[in-house]
């Protein structure tokens, strides 16, 4: 009783001197607190104020908390997640809460939707009179009224969003706020008020004497804006240098350095050593995806010097099938740099200018290289690098998911069977070519992206499909399941979630690859 008296005395005391208060942090690291002790913090139906009170007569530090706020107190969030925690948590209350959330998103997401759907019909006329993003402005958009500049509130909005959230990258989310979109005559689509941030802010980044790769990875996790992307993807991939006196010299000396490679090398497609390797090229190409692009004979004819070229060029590993595919994403991002058209792949490649085709034809041809010699030994002869990581997709899968990883083993479904296209593909036929180069945007910010990251994203992307996988009861419908996915209709959130969920499992395992190893 008296140690009680003492602590009702200190508060009694200090209570006025002390700023602000101290507030739960929920985590893997603070679990819930006990709301036996902690039951007078729970007020249902009252709203925390958003700045400091005068103590009054605090006894307790319990009182002392529940009666004093500050700028960290948000609002009604706080008051939900105390209720949430005062109950008696267990999986189905979990389970729940969980479903209400997605689906209260869902909702959102649909009314955020049609409001700038309605909001685009209405401004249509007024859309024609905007001025198109400047390259070297500062300044996302300037219409006749200046444009449209995010306020304080929005901004602060945001950055206490960005410090909440800990455990990921930061990763794209619906607009918060609907009903402001900006628009531009150079691109179709209208831009909402959060993509306009983004490309203001990758813009800004970009236009400084030397570009922070660290800030750019950091940004780019999440996505990277369509115009800025060629120009993003050259410096992540490491063919261009940060600094920007720079870049113009290192294109010059780089596109002139590929094509005296192909003027010493081409015309020998036909000798007798690399006839095999030219014949295989020009098999595959026709394979490729997306179909219209493949099918253009100007296409055809750059891919060929590419592959050729990089085949002799690196004779440890030559061509091997799947190299071709590799190429398609980073010649669409680069063609986008030229044209304004929204699908690449009805574009006729051969209505560009020739020396923009060479330019684009020499930026891929290095861009590749980069990416290739991260993964060479997915290559080289009998393919170890493929072999490897498809055991420890195996490993994995069977320590996040047993119940997937023993319905494939009981049906004799080996990981080998549809796992190596995975690998060897990097997922291009597994999913559309957009997603494709949305994956390989947090694929170049990631580090060691290609080689280690995309485990833990074909990890992701194998349990992703678990419901359809055990209602499978076949060998033969299993693996035709597995190499048809229906990924044809995904999107950039498909996609986003699909991210979310590998960097989830890296965090866990990366870090400690014994704790999925048998």
């Not at 969980?98 to 939707?113: D, G, P, R």
């Not at 304004?340 to 051969?350: A, G, L, R, T, Y």
């Not at 560009?352 to 993964?375: F, H, R």
């Not at 960097?503 to 690859?513: E, G, I, N, S, T």
Request: glycine share 4%; charged share 25%; net charge negative.
């Amino acid at each position: 009783m008296a140690s009680d008296g003492g602590r009702k005395q200190f508060w009694r005391r200090s209570g006025a001197k002390v700023p602000g208060s101290i507030q739960h942090v929920y985590g893997a690291q603070h679990p819930p607190f006990d709301p036996l002790l902690h039951g007078t913090l729970i007020k249902p139906g009252s709203k925390p104020p958003t700045t400091p009170v005068k103590l009054k007569k605090v006894s307790t530090f319990q009182e002392f908390e529940s009666n004093t706020s500050d700028a960290w107190d948000l609002g009604d969030d706080d008051d939900e997640l105390l209720a949430i925690a005062a109950e008696n948590l267990n999986t189905e209350v979990v389970m729940e809460t969980a479903h209400k959330v997605i689906q209260n998103h869902s909702k959102l997401q649909e009314q955020h939707k049609f409001q700038e759907e309605h909001l685009q019909e209405e401004k249509q006329v007024e859309s024609a009179e905007l001025t198109s993003i400047a390259c070297g402005d500062n300044r996302l958009v300037k219409s006749v009224s200046e444009g449209h500049t995010p306020s304080s509130s929005d901004n602060a909005s945001e950055n206490s969003s960005m410090q909440r959230s800990q455990s990921l990258p930061q990763t794209s989310t619906p607009p918060l706020v609907s009903g402001m979109a900006d628009f531009n005559t150079s691109v179709t689509p209208a831009l909402t008020e959060r993509e306009a941030s983004r490309l203001d802010k990758f813009k800004q980044l970009l236009a400084g004497p030397n570009t922070d790769l660290e800030e750019l990875r950091r940004l780019s996790w999440s996505g990277i804006p369509k115009k800025v992307r060629p120009i993003a993807w050259k410096l992540l991939s490491g063919y261009l240098p940060a600094n920007v006196d720079r870049r113009e010299s290192t294109l010059k000396r780089k596109r002139n350095e590929y094509f005296a490679f192909v003027e010493q090398y081409y015309d020998s497609r036909n000798d007798e050593n690399h006839q095999d390797t030219y014949r295989q090229i020009h098999i595959d190409i026709p394979r490729m995806s997306p179909e219209v692009l493949r099918l253009q004979p100007k296409v055809t004819e750059i891919f060929e010097r590419i592959l050729f070229i990089w085949a002799i060029r690196h004779p440890a590993s030559g061509y091997v099938q799947g190299i071709n595919d590799l190429v398609t994403p980073f010649f669409v991002v680069f063609v986008c740099e030229y044209i304004e058209e929204e699908e690449v792949e009805n574009f006729d490649i051969s209505s560009l200018p020739e020396e923009v085709l060479q330019n684009i034809e020499a930026d891929s041809y290095w861009c590749m290289s980069k990416l290739l010699d991260g993964i060479q030994d997915n290559y080289t002869f009998a393919q170890p690098g493929i072999q490897k990581k498809v055991k420890m997709l195996e490993e994995l899968v069977s320590r996040i998911d047993e119940q997937v990883h023993r319905h494939l083993d009981q049906h004799e479904v080996k990981y080998l069977q549809f796992a190596f296209r995975w690998m060897n593909n990097l997922l291009m036929r597994e999913v559309p070519l957009r997603c494709t180069i949305r994956l390989w945007d947090t694929y170049q910010s990631e580090p060691e992206g290609f080689s280690h990251f995309h485990l833990y994203v074909c990890a992701a992307f194998l349990v992703r499909w678990r419901k359809e996988i055990l209602e499978e009861k076949d060998f033969q419908e299993l693996l035709i399941f597995l190499q048809n996915l229906p990924t044809v209709h995904w999107e950039n959130e498909e996609i986003s979630v699909l991210l979310a969920e590998a960097y989830r499992l890296k965090f866990a395992f990366a870090d400690a690859p014994n704790h999925y190893k048998k």
